[in-house]
């Protein structure tokens, strides 16, 4: 058995079949473990919902940005008719409400006891520790598995806060907290988070660092696997992995054997 992460498929299915074949994944043994985002902007989501739904006893999805807008549209145009002709034909299709239902009940960060490994989107700020990232994490999925998902996928969107407080309480609290584990790439130490920078780290803004470069950060203990920032790119370190390499954007697909950290990629046309 292996346990293959992979990086944003953003849609890109014929890359993701590619790559399938080029580890030569084996459904009924291995396990397939994407970092979130899997539609949006390559033109075949719909065909990667199907795909990963349909092996969903072997796949554990986190869920990335595109993800949460997706069941966002969703919630709001019930019949489809959605501008956004890739997302529409999921929400028109025959078998939509199966496809996202079960996207709405992944989580937003794992925990591997056995890796001693923690997976998210994007990152999370210097202040938790991986009991306090679990935790928080455990707050939205709890929300997007219960009535008020339609409220919350209303209440997600919004510019602050920006700064974590442990006070913040709400929709606020729930907005940051989702924010942090599917868009974060800068943040301060203090970790008031950048969320319009998207650049490769060293353009953010003088006083931001790219998260997982603050030497206070609690979870350094820890081996973390992300996706989301593709200007990052595959980055294979002792302490995260960076598994982004934008195929969605005329680059590559990427997929890391967590047995042994042997990479495989595969360009987004052959």
Not at 35 to 41: A, F, Y
């Amino acid at each position: 058995m292996a346990t293959y992460l992979v990086g944003d498929i953003q849609g890109c299915y014929d890359p993701l079949q590619r790559l399938l074949e080029k580890v030569a994944f084996d459904p009924a043994e291995d396990l397939l473990w994407p970092c979130g985002d899997l539609v949006n902007r390559g033109g075949r989501s719909l065909e990667v919902l199907r795909l990963l739904h349909g092996m969903r006893d072997r796949v554990s999805v986190t869920l990335g940005n595109h993800d949460l807008h997706l069941l966002a549209a969703a919630s709001k145009f019930p019949k489809g008719g959605h501008r956004n002709a890739e997302f529409d034909r999921i929400l028109v299709a025959h078998d939509r409400e199966p496809l996202l239902e079960w996207l709405a009940n992944e989580p937003l960060v794992t925990w591997s006891p056995e890796h001693q490994l923690l997976r998210m989107h994007a990152g999370v700020i210097p202040q938790w520790n991986v009991e306090t990232t679990l935790a928080r994490a455990d707050e939205v999925h709890r929300v997007l598995r219960s009535g008020q998902r339609r409220k919350f996928l209303r209440k997600m969107y919004g510019g602050r806060p920006r700064r974590w407080d442990d006070d913040l309480k709400g929709w606020k609290r729930l907005r940051l907290i989702t924010k942090i584990f599917t868009q974060l790439r800068f943040c301060k130490p203090n970790g008031r988070a950048d969320f319009n920078a998207s650049g490769p780290p060293g353009s953010g803004k003088a006083s931001y660092k790219p998260w997982f470069k603050h030497k206070n950060r609690r979870t350094r203990d820890v081996r973390i696997i992300f996706g989301h920032w593709a200007a990052l790119g595959l980055r294979v370190r002792k302490r995260y992995v960076a598994l982004d390499s934008g195929c969605v954007w005329g680059g590559s697909l990427t997929a890391y054997r967590l047995e042994d950290g042997e990479v495989f990629q595969v360009k987004s046309k052959p």
